[in-house]
């Protein structure tokens, strides 16, 4: 199993930045990929990003592209979802999750095994 923790959520106005932190433990020599998503208020949950764990490409949701940057240390078991130039339409519930087989799609939540349980990030205009 993996255990994933978020952190780094909180109240900014619209234009400020946020760093989202994961960290994982656990069996993360299993993990494949890494993804954050976000979930607002009677919205289905909804891809931002994705990262290979050990090659570190990424791939970003159109809505994020150029604003969110996705990272990892791989050594310390971290991700990070730096925020930039945010919106109040970004105001959601941030989750990470890690997928450990290579079956489904990369920006499919289904395609992920072990989550972690969120945190708020709340943009005012």
């Known amino acids: 199993q993996v255990q994933l923790v978020e952190s780094g959520g909180g109240l900014v106005q619209a234009g400020a930045s946020l760093r989202l932190s994961c960290a994982a433990s656990g069996r993360t020599s299993a993990i494949y990929f890494l993804g954050w998503f976000r979930q607002a208020p009677g919205k289905e949950r909804e891809f931002v990003a994705t990262?290979?764990?050990?090659?570190?490409?990424?791939y970003y949701a159109d809505s994020v592209k150029g604003r969110f940057t996705i990272s990892r240390e791989w050594a310390k078991n971290l991700a990070y979802l730096q925020m930039d130039s945010l919106k109040p339409e970004d105001t959601a519930v941030y989750s990470c999750?890690?997928?450990?087989?290579?079956?489904?799609?990369?920006?499919?939540?289904?395609?992920?095994?072990?989550w972690g349980q969120g945190t708020q990030v709340t943009v005012s205009s």
């Open positions: 990262i290979n764990w050990k090659t570190a490409i990424s």
């Open positions: 999750a890690v997928r450990t087989d290579y079956s489904g799609t990369l920006n499919s939540p289904q395609s992920y095994n072990y």
